[in-house]
C-alpha cells in the first residue's frame, strides 16, 4: 500500500523568472510532493492567448473563473499540471493568475470568508492564515512588479530539504509557516462541522446547507476541491446577499 503523503507545513518562495517556476514546479513533482500540494501566483504569464474578462472588486472571482477559466497548456507543461488554474481578482495586486490550494484560500476571502465583502489584498490574505505582515507585504509588492510566488505544501520533516531546493532554483524570500493551505471540507462535507472555520463563520445554517450541496456535487463530478468550491460560493452569490456582518444570509427572492 503506497505511504500517504503528510502535508504539515507550507514553504514559500519569489522567483522573478516564468522559468524558474516551471523549473521548480519539475523538481517539487520529481521529490513527491503532489500536484494538488503546490500553489503559483503571478501576473504576468506569459500567453499566446489574450485573457480578457477581468472584474470589479464587487465581482472579485466568481466571473474572473468563468471567462478566464483553465488555461492548460497555455503556461506551459508543468504549470498546467497544478489544480485549479484560473484568473483571480485581488485588490490591491488586480488579477492574477493562480493555481493549487492557494487559490482557494484567495476564493474564499474574496468571497467573504476571511476578510468580508469589501474585499482584502494579498496582505490580509496571508495574514490571516498565519504568515507575518512584513513578509506578506513584501511577497504583495513583488507580485505586483510581475514576479511570482510558489508555495509547497511538504512533510515536517523534509522542510530544509525544499528550503535548499528553492534556494538552489533561485528562490528568495523563503518562509515556512507551519500549516498548510485551508481547504472547504476535509473531502467531501458530511455536515456544518466539516466547513471550514473561515467559511462556516460567514454562512448562515441554510447558506451552509447549500454551500455543502453544491459542493459535494461538483467535487463528485471533477475530483477538484477548487472548482467545488467556486461552484458552491458561485451558488451562494446566486441564491443569497450579505448582511450588515458580512454573513450570507438573505436568500434573494425569485423574480
Known sequence: MPEVYQAERTISALFKEQKQIDDVIRRLLDRGVPRDHISVMGRNF?????????LTKKDVILGGLRTGAIFGSLFGSFLSLLTGVGVLFVPFVGPLVAAGPIGALLLGAASGAIAGSAGAGLVSVLTAWGMPEDKAAIYQTRLQAGEFLLMAEVPSD????FQLLLESAGGEEIHTVEKTLSRPCPGPCNSPEDLSPEVRSHLSQE????????????LSETSDEFTAEQAAWETIHQRYDEDENGVWSKAKVNV
Open 46 to 54: 506569459q500567453s499566446e492567448t489574450r485573457i480578457s474578462g477581468f
Open 158 to 161: 523534509r522542510v530544509g530539504e
Open 207 to 218: 447558506a451552509q446547507s447549500t454551500f455543502i450541496e453544491r459542493y459535494n456535487n461538483v
